[in-house]
């Protein structure tokens, strides 16, 4: 019963910045982490960035980190991710995931996702 619904998505010049959100609906557990997945063209989806749900404990890929910030406001069953410092290759349809178990999120699995929005970044 958990709904995933994304925005922020759009067309930033390289080097812009980007936030995307993603709300939850329905009943969320204490145990379900959230992330961020993309998919480019031609290319299999990735994992992009996770966060424990009740305890704020994040993961990055090494593609983003230290440019990308995930972070989540529990009040509003909402995830974010800051993206600064954006290149072309960054762009990708991204999904916002969810699952219980954060430490698989990062392997490349979840449970529920959202439909994604398009993040396009021009040289």
């Known amino acids: 019963q958990v709904q995933l619904v994304e925005s922020g998505g759009g067309l930033v010049q390289a080097g812009g910045s980007l936030r995307l959100s993603c709300t939850a609906s329905g009943r969320t557990f204490s145990g379900y982490a959230m992330g961020w997945f993309r998919q480019a063209p031609g290319k299999e989806r990735e994992f992009v960035a996770a966060?424990?749900?009740?305890?704020?404990?994040?993961y990055y890929a090494d593609s983003v980190k230290g440019r990308f910030t995930i972070s989540r406001d529990n009040a509003k069953n909402t995830v974010y991710l800051q993206m600064n410092s954006l290149k072309p290759e960054d762009t990708a349809v991204y999904y916002c995931?969810?699952?219980?178990?954060?430490?698989?999120?990062?392997?490349?699995?979840?449970?529920?996702w959202g439909q994604g929005t398009q993040v396009t970044v021009s040289s």
């Open positions: 966060i424990n749900w009740s305890g704020g404990i994040t």
């Open positions: 995931a969810a699952r219980i178990g954060v430490q698989t999120m990062t392997g490349g699995s979840a449970e529920y």
